[in-house]
């Protein structure tokens, strides 16, 4: 529990308009990486490229958001990551890489999910406990599917990242959830 009210705190802070949405996308890339959005590498390359010529100006982030336990999986924030000086094609290729090697681990989505409650009942995240226990159970009953960032999240803060492993990326630091 205290890795996940660690990363929901640090994301919670810097997102304060997160919804349930948003924190399950967080927790669900942090357990299984990007291997879900791997189907079609030539539609992938011009999704990617699509989204660097129109994603315009966000929110300051950090180049890169550890989102797992052991550090190794990130959020590599596009604005940020291109403004460093870094090349979209080496972010493009890890990305790939990570989807098609990182290990998913359901069970860490089942317990990072089961958490959120537990976070809620001692006030570490801001969100009513029994609106949290619906919304997992019935992530639970669905069988944990994808999900897009709320609207509330997409609009307040534009997303534009990649889920990486930072083994793929190695010039690339970084920040912890602490």
Same mark, same amino acid.
């Given at each position: 529990?205290?890795f996940?009210?660690q990363l929901?705190?640090?994301?919670?802070?810097?997102y304060?308009?997160?919804?349930?949405?948003d924190?399950?996308?967080?927790?669900q890339?942090s357990a299984?990486g990007?291997?879900h959005a791997l189907?079609?590498?030539?539609k992938l390359?011009?999704?990617?490229?699509t989204e660097?010529?129109?994603?315009?100006?966000?929110?300051?982030?950090?180049?890169?958001d550890a989102?797992?336990?052991?550090?190794r999986?990130a959020?590599?924030h596009?604005r940020a990551y291109?403004e460093a000086?870094? #090349?979209? &094609?080496?972010?493009f290729?890890a990305?790939?890489?990570t +989807?098609?090697?990182?290990p998913?681990? /359901?069970?860490?989505? =089942?317990?990072?999910?089961g958490c959120?409650?537990d976070l809620?009942?001692?006030?570490g995240?801001?969100f009513?406990?029994?609106?949290?226990?619906?919304?997992?159970?019935k992530i #639970?009953h &669905?069988g944990?599917p994808?999900?897009?960032h709320?609207? +509330?999240f997409?609009?307040?803060?534009? /997303?534009?990242?990649? =889920?990486?492993?930072?083994?793929?990326?190695?010039?690339?630091?970084?920040?912890?959830p602490?």
């Open positions: 529990m205290k996940v009210g929901l705190g640090h994301h919670l802070q810097r304060p308009l997160m919804q349930l949405d924190i399950y996308k967080l927790l890339q299984l990007a291997g189907d079609d590498v030539m390359r011009e999704t990617f490229e660097i010529a129109s994603m315009g100006s966000g929110p300051e982030e950090p180049v890169a989102i797992s336990p052991d550090g999986l959020r590599i596009l291109l000086g870094h #090349a979209a &094609d080496s972010l290729d990305f790939v890489q +989807a098609r090697e990182y998913p681990a /359901p069970d860490k989505l =089942v317990k990072f999910c959120v409650a809620a009942a001692a006030d995240i801001s009513d406990q029994s609106e949290v226990a619906q919304y997992f159970a #639970a &669905d944990y994808i999900v897009r709320s609207a +509330a997409r609009k307040a803060y534009k /997303p534009a990242y990649r =889920v990486v492993c930072l083994d793929f990326l190695p010039a690339v630091e970084p920040t912890s602490s």
